[in-house]
């Protein structure tokens, strides 16, 4: 489906202007599809879900497993090197659509993903919920058993249960993630870090744009090679900016 089938799709959909997603919310998601540089196309949709509840100001809430909606804008390959600009527009949550704009703050491999919701402990054997100690994408630990997560700076979060996780975002300059809207309040980061930012997991893939600038909502990926990020990819999106 191209992106004008998908935006008539969205059309046909009950839209509450009450789920507004307030901007400097993060979205924890899993790509469900995957992007190859070599056989995509422009306008080729694309989709994930949400892997932890998000709270929303109205009350309501997008829940886990709600499913984040896009396409492809541009696909370019290369003897130099691949890129790829997508854009997320929507999530279906409850049988309601919310239009959404939102940026990258980090993306990180399946393997990445998988390893994060592995046990540090010596003794995979003890008792998940008591006993586990989880590496976070970007070096938080979680201590499951005391319900805290602690990041290499002050900031101090919450584990929630599963792979849940409630903590403030902490700007990395360094990384690219300057901060701004949404880093005063605990966001839903799943299996990434207060400070996560860049690409984890994913040798020579560069966020080249984050879409939290304009033009808003346009995710540019680039690599010195063949760009092929597979489902089960993790994504820490934010929201850019007012839906168009």
Known sequence: MNSIGIAIALLLLPVLPSDKVPVGTVIPTMLSSSLNASKDKPDQAIEGKVMQDVPLPSGLKIRQGARILGHTIHVSEASSGSSIVVRFNAIQNDGRTIPVTVGL????????????????????????????????????????????????????????????????????????????????????????????????????????????????????????????????????????????
């Open 105 to 244: 703050l980090a993306i990180a491999s399946m393997a990445a993903v998988n390893d994060a919701q592995l046990p540090v402990n010596a003794n995979s054997d003890i008792d998940p919920d008591t006993q586990w100690v989880t590496r976070q994408i970007g070096g938080d630990l979680v201590r499951r058993g005391w319900g805290r997560v602690f990041s290499p700076g002050p900031v101090e979060g919450r584990w929630i249960g599963g792979t849940s996780v409630l903590i403030k975002l902490t700007p990395n300059a360094e990384a690219g993630c300057q901060g701004g809207a949404g880093y005063d309040r605990e966001q839903a980061v799943w299996i990434f870090s207060s400070s996560a930012c860049g690409a984890y997991g994913l040798p020579n893939l560069k966020i080249a744009s984050s879409g939290l600038t304009p033009p808003n909502g346009e995710i540019g990926l680039s690599s010195a090679r063949d760009i092929n990020i597979r489902g089960g990819s993790g994504w820490l999106l934010i929201v850019a900016g007012e839906s168009e």
